[in-house]
């Protein structure tokens, strides 16, 4: 067994135990935007801390997919690259990473990384890191490259988060990608009564998470974002799991759960209604589920 595959296998064991606790007031408002993988000097008012440099290669690192996109609806249209244009893949970036990498150190036992990274799929450094988080992937696209990339991190032990795409056409897009990088699986609906969504904190129901601006403020009922093509407000959950029933990756359709940690401090109706309530919740139990199984 390589090191790099020991640390995916290592690491469910070190960062077990988790803690539920009160989220609090909304603390952070949204930080300048910066060049993709760069940290503001500020942090966008995220308070930092120090990493015990004993076990710095044990910490969790919020890791964030960098992606192509292919706007044209096939592999034939125009393709934007995400490194060169900042890409969807750089929505909420940074404020949601750092604010969710906090809220990990603040409420769970888990050791964090102040600070979040993001990577290609093909990077050499992909097997030092455990979880995988990718956002808006609604023109997804995967090279060949990453095909294999991405496979042979899922089969190894690798969890990858899939956040904030919604309607019909989005999730087409997702699923014909994951079809290339698993031909002889699909996509299933997750159960309410699975443990991910009762691991740490116990959720009643699927969370659904709107963007702040589909919100319309306090008493709003809105919980989604209005689509042209096909269903966008029904939330689903799914999962593709191994040979042996181990989740390899999550999809989070039809909701938002990135925005409800990048604007926890914009507004205390949205953080008390979906920050609080649901964006942290749901994404430390994913997190919790992923490092435990």
């Known amino acids: ?92 970036w940074p404020d949601s990473d750092l604010n969710f990498s906090f809220r990990l150190q603040q409420l769970t036992a888990l050791k964090v990384n102040p600070e979040p990274i993001s990577l290609r799929l093909t990077d050499e450094r992909l097997f030092d890191y455990p979880f995988l988080y990718m956002i808006e992937p609604g023109f997804l696209y995967f090279s060949e490259e990453e095909v294999v990339a991405l496979r042979r991190y899922l089969l190894n032990g690798g969890f990858l988060m899939v956040d904030d795409f919604w309607g019909d056409s989005a999730w087409e897009r997702v699923a014909e990608q994951f079809k290339r990088v698993f031909p002889d699986r699909e996509p299933t609906e997750i159960s309410i009564d699975h443990e991910i969504f009762h691991c740490v904190y116990r959720l009643k129901e699927k969370p659904q998470v709107p963007s702040i601006h589909s919100w319309q403020g306090p008493g709003s009922t809105v919980t989604w974002e209005e689509h042209n093509d096909g269903d966008s407000r029904t939330v689903h959950y799914k999962q593709l799991i191994d040979d042996k029933g181990r989740m390899m990756a999550i999809f989070c359709h039809n909701t938002d759960l990135g925005d409800g940690w990048e604007r926890e401090g914009m507004d205390s109706g949205y953080f008390h209604e979906f920050s609080e309530k649901k964006s942290y919740p749901m994404g430390i139990n994913i997190v919790t589920y992923a490092m435990t199984h």
Do not use: H
């Not at 988790?18 to 603390?27: A, D, E, F, I, K």
């Open 1 to 92: 067994m390589t090191r790099r595959r020991l640390i995916l296998v290592a690491l469910p064991c070190l960062l077990a135990i988790v803690t539920g606790v009160c989220l609090g007031q909304p603390r952070f408002g949204r930080g300048p935007r910066t060049r993709p993988g760069i940290i503001p000097d500020d942090r966008a008012g995220v308070p930092d801390w120090k990493v015990d440099e004993r076990f710095k290669n044990d910490v969790f690192t919020f890791v964030r997919v960098e992606y192509d996109t292919n706007y044209g609806g096939g592999f034939g249209g125009r393709r934007g690259w995400g490194r060169g244009r900042g890409g969807s893949w750089m929505t909420d």
